[in-house]
């Protein structure tokens, strides 16, 4: 059984950082394509970042140079570097895994993330 479990997130003012963590249990997690996803109040759930197990990234425009996703593959963890956060980036982050070889999808239960003064 595939196991993703995310932290890291927090409420934190308007141009601060915060860094996601999701580690992975149950799979082989280097051939993974890992992503995170959001969903807002009254939004639909949103692609933020994808990092292929090759680890080529990439991003919605509306993060594009203020986020970085990378991943640690001897610790089974991928991480969401958010920097300059802004109000609009408030959302549960969920992270996302689809096996590279039998394609199955995974999610985990989400971390909330507010930024606000």
């Known amino acids: 059984q595939v196991r993703l479990v995310e932290s890291g997130g927090d409420l934190v003012q308007p141009g601060g950082s915060l860094r996601l963590s999701c580690a992975a249990s149950g799979s082989i997690f280097s051939r993974n394509h890992m992503a995170w996803y959001r969903r807002a109040p009254g939004k639909q759930r949103e692609l933020v970042a994808v990092?292929?197990?090759?680890?080529?990234?990439a991003y919605t425009d509306s993060v594009k140079g203020r986020f970085t996703n990378s991943r640690d593959n001897a610790k089974n963890t991928v991480y969401l570097q958010m920097n300059s956060l802004k109000p609009e980036d408030t959302a549960v982050y969920l992270c996302h895994s689809r096996d590279g070889v039998d394609g199955n999808v995974y999610w985990g239960q989400g971390t909330q993330v507010t930024v606000s003064s």
């Open positions: 990092i292929a197990s090759d680890g080529s990234t």
